[in-house]
């Protein structure tokens, strides 16, 4: 057999197809090992033929790596379509659907040795002396087969001496590691209630690809995906289920877990290379039905797909911010339509595209309008933090806040207090010179960490050390300006000595199990305060949380962003909804400067409806997206010099399809990106609003070819943020 092998050179921007011969343990999508340039390189059998026009014997053979196709037929087509649609080479499409690790072959399967007797007993003779060996025989007799490592570990040398005398014979065994053996799985299985019932039937009867379910927060919505998805695997069918971050929901994954068992693979950043490879495997395989995780998941190696769910379809996590910059929705939708199944969105705040399609029509509106407890949702208070001012309150903490905290703690109940910036403070400033502490590979300022007493650059990661005078004017009078999450961890423990605080933050989660034992604790009640970043605004379920404290509201409300009234809104909805989801009433705390600002009103009375029709009435009078859509060429290398040519070349090229298709665009610009410089590398921009998607395509070829060893072009839709 001929084939057509696509060449993995992870250097190279074109795809390269050539003929290898191969015997018939390859098929179509296996990956191969190639001789290649005097090399041998991994490759993607792409299709299989019987004869190629070159002649055989200048033909190079292909070996297969895997015992089986790493890629299924769909899988193989999808990478095709996403290739022409991003503009990016087949080899980059292909490598989404397997774990990165993977590719460079250094994952290897996880074997065990195994030692067993394999004479009768009688026929063991050891010497008096050997009493390891003696030993080691003696709990072979007894337990049967063992592991060789735990052997030698009881026993030292044991398992060496005993094979040479021939008395026992060593097997090996193919083990899958598995990631979540500690996990608690507690059963919560629910019946449905009646609302939940009538959204269910709705999804099933409903003949349309995608389904919107709008549900507030707590009413429930996971308990409709997981009873969709048993009736998926009841009827031999596969999943996929897509959480924004998988890791920050241990009780997700607990109740998968204890809902379908070994059936769930779970597919996170968090996991180690070992693990990511085997849970891919298992999914591969078929043992594993129901792929969990983050956007990647939509990738997951399944067959027959009886159903899609995008839960907290609005996140942004779901647009990739990696060549190829694909959106999760559009995968999965090819993905739906490729198999015949639904894709369910599920949201409390759906983002405004997609809540316009469904309103349309095009997606099918299942709406949830009370939480399955019949609770109320909290109520919202407004603290205007200008009057806070005035009042001589220069605290972190609105007078209302401080009085709830104490109610709260005084009923023995748990707060969740919210700010989305980490650190201690924002900037360090010079008051004699006005000095701000820079990052020295990023054009922002740093942050200052008090814990490690320094200063940490939030883009690229750098540390340094913390200034002690300034080093512009030698001046010592720094100040700190801009709150973050230790400093209200620090400014709470003085007000509130009584109180055990937790903070989570990307500075007190790292590892796997980082989130894992923040949340568990304050899930235990270990804690009676828990600060942190948006982590601690998504999907966590804490019954005994009666207050939520929204520190500054306002801040990501002046972005510079088409999306940061919807932002603000969604955020204000998710945060609100951590409280008050078990028996008593919740509360939330709003902190702003701008308590007029119609987003906030909106939020507060959780009129999402209002909200949209004011928001949609607005884009549509701006024409923003979803009434046109932006796109970002952004141009980065680290020679500014070279970065400049290639951000000119590409302009010359897009300037002119602007020039020929004028009615296409609706704002054209070149400019210096917002950030300048982020690690090292230079950033400028094309900008450019489209009223006509239908050139889409080319611009994304021109980038394509503009692209080179020193310089990046990416083609970013809608971004999620223009930094
Ligand atoms: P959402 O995702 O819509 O915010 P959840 O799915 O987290 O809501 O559900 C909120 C809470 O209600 C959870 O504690 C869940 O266990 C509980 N719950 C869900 N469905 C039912 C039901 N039918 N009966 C009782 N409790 C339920
Ligand atoms: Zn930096």
Redesign the pocket.
Known sequence: MIAEVIVDVATSETDRIFDYLCDETVAEGSRVLAPFGGRVTAGFVVALKETSEYPAERLKKVTSVDPFPALNKECLALAKKIAARYACPLAAALRLFLPSEMRKGKVKELVKRYAALCVPQEEIVLPEKAKNQRAAAEFLLKNGKSECAALNAAFPGSVAALEKKGYITISEEQVLRDPYKTLDTAE?R????DD?SRAAESIRSDPRTVQLLH?????????IYLTLIAECLQQGKTAIFLVPEISLTPQMLAQLRSRFGKNAAIMHSGLSAGEKFDEWRRLRSGEAKIAVGARSAVFAPLSSLGLIVIDEEHDSSYSSETSPRYNTFDIAYLRAKYNGCKLILGS?TPSVETYKRAKEGEFNLVQ?TRR??QKPLPEIIIADMRKEARRGNNTSFSLALQSEIEECLNKGNQAILFLNRRGYSQTVICRDCGYVAKCESCDVSLTYHKEEDCLKCHYCGARYKMLRGCPECGGTHLTYAGTGTQRIEAEIKKRFPAARVLRMDNDTTSGKEGHFKILKAFGEHRADILVGTQMIAK?H?FPAVTLVGILDADMSLHFSDYRSGERTFQLVTQVA?RSG?AQEKGKVVLQTYDPENEVLRYAISYDYEGFYQNEISLRAASLFPPFSKIVRVLVSGEDDKKTVETLRVTYEELSALHESEPDAFLFFNRMRSPVGRIQNKFRYQVLMRLADTSVLPKIYRICAQAKNRDVLVSVEENPASLA
């Open positions: 919560s629910h019946v449905l209630t939940q549900g507030v927060t707590g009413s429930g919505k996971t308990e409390a949830l399955v407890n999907g379920d909804g989801r």
